[in-house]
């Protein structure tokens, strides 16, 4: 029951778990929970805030942070004839060698504005910048995962940390290259490094959440990856797999077995799991990740920007699996994109239209409502729903934008992600926390001039 505390928000038109309502109140509490939603219910003068079109806002389920910074500097092609997600890996180590502290700190808090500004209230950061250049840990074992929550408290944005265990350089357990020194831990090093981003996490808002990342069965062997597991509990648990053919290979050749396969085989996948990307999978292997209830973590520009491959998306959803969406490389930050980039790329490859459509929504809806139930999943929060007893993660849309005049119901979202771009989202709420209004981040100004800063002077090392 909402309170004389409570908070609200009405909107002129709203998507709600029973579908779209007018008139609607929503009411939150201090802590950022939803308490009370009515609809069909009078405007008020001077309550609360009003918006046209209010949907619920999804998460954000894998980024790197520190790669924003990388954006636009790696599209020549080196020396090799086939320039690929290899010689761009090669890049991306050569560069997070002049990192500090200081630039992860600056740059997780820019990309983070960029995503709130994008209409995402939360993030699952897959946070594997650990150490120093050279590989020794800071003083301080969790110096890099409290610049990322630092970050995250100035931005407001939802946190959902991600610790990388990563050992190997390969199946093979060869010692780790150059570039990924930075990144390695042996497992007890590493639980002392989670427990201090526990740590670190109670100084946040209470929706921020503790999860555990394996990097992948390229970097991780069966009894680490066992320990990780027992680690997480119930809490999310991450992990790429299948990106790449040459990933495929490697496994296969080491275990007998291709990813998703050997670890649908040798482990419980369930809710809790997310595999990210998962673009190189036969059709068994698609209906198996399907039907173990875990989040497909699709990341449609990176893959595209990489050459991942394409994601079996159709057969996926028709056999029930779930989904949601992250900017991994942020490369680009754009959730409309990502979800357009999804539905394009299945009808590049099977040269059709609305694909992933059904008779009950149209392709918008079925794209939308995937990324906010499974980004809530992912990341562990309780959200993906404008109803009482979730965290009041919602996004406002410009009622006036020129493509979503007069648009009703499910052409709304229609109109969003295939005519429009995120200069339709107007506000933004993480947990209850007004973080974009007007299209732009609360703290937008100071934190772009110091982002600016920083670019300036990486520039001048790199």
Avoid at 147 to 169: F, H, K, N
Wanted: hydrophobic share 40%; with cysteine; glycine share 10%.
């Amino acid at each position: 029951m909402p309170t004389a505390q409570d908070s609200t928000i009405f909107a002129d038109k709203a998507l709600l778990p029973t579908g779209w309502a007018e008139n609607v109140r929503v009411y939150f509490s201090a802590n950022g929970e939803i308490s009370a939603v009515e609809t069909n219910a009078p405007s008020l003068a001077g309550e609360g805030h009003r918006v046209a079109i209010l949907l619920p806002a999804p998460s954000n389920l894998h980024s790197h942070a520190f790669q924003r910074a990388m954006a636009g500097m790696s599209e020549r092609r080196g020396q090799e004839s086939h320039d690929s997600f290899w010689t761009w890996r090669q890049i991306m180590f050569r560069f997070l060698d002049t990192l500090t502290p200081d630039d992860v700190e600056e740059i997780a808090a820019f990309v983070q504005m960029e995503m709130l500004e994008a209409g995402y209230a939360a993030v699952g950061e897959f946070h594997y910048l650990h150490h120093q250049p050279g590989g020794a840990p800071y003083g301080n074992l969790g110096e890099m995962s409290e610049r990322i929550a630092a970050a995250a408290s100035e931005t407001g944005i939802g946190l959902t940390l991600l610790p990388v265990l990563y050992t190997y350089g390969g199946c093979d357990r060869r010692p780790l290259a150059p570039g990924q020194i930075r990144f390695g831990n042996d497992f007890e090093q590493f639980q002392k490094l989670h427990e201090q981003a526990g740590d670190t996490l109670r100084s946040l808002d209470n929706d921020s959440v503790l999860g555990v990342a394996p990097h992948s069965l390229r970097a991780v062997d069966s009894d680490a990856l066992k320990n990780a597991i027992v680690l997480a509990g119930q809490k999310p648990l991450h992990m790429h797999l299948a990106e790449q053919a040459a990933e495929v290979e490697e496994v296969l050749e080491a275990t007998g077995k291709r990813p998703v396969g050997w670890l649908l085989d040798n482990h419980d996948v369930s809710k809790n799991w997310c595999l990210i990307h998962c673009t190189q999978m036969t059709p068994e292997e698609t209906v198996g990740l399907a039907r173990t209830g875990a989040v497909a973590g699709l990341c449609p520009i990176t893959e595209s920007s990489l050459g991942d491959g394409i994601f079996d998306g159709v057969r996926y959803l028709d056999t029930g699996g779930r989904f949601g969406v992250g900017s991994d490389s942020n490369i680009r930050i754009s959730l409309s994109e990502e979800l357009r980039t999804l539905e394009y790329s299945q009808r590049l490859r099977d040269e059709c239209r609305a694909s992933v459509a059904n008779p009950e929504n149209s392709t918008g809806r079925v794209l939308f409502d995937g990324a906010v139930a499974g980004g809530a999943q992912a990341c562990g929060r309780s959200a993906g729903q404008i109803a009482s007893g979730h965290l009041a993660d919602m996004v406002a849309l410009d009622a006036n934008a020129i493509d979503l005049e007069d648009r009703e119901g499910d052409e709304i979202l229609d109109a969003y992600i295939f005519a429009g771009d995120d200069r339709m989202v107007q506000d933004v709420w993480c947990a209850g926390r007004h973080v974009v209004t007007g299209g732009i981040h609360v703290k937008g100004e100071k934190i772009r001039a110091r982002y600016r800063a920083t670019m300036k002077a990486l520039r001048s090392r790199i």
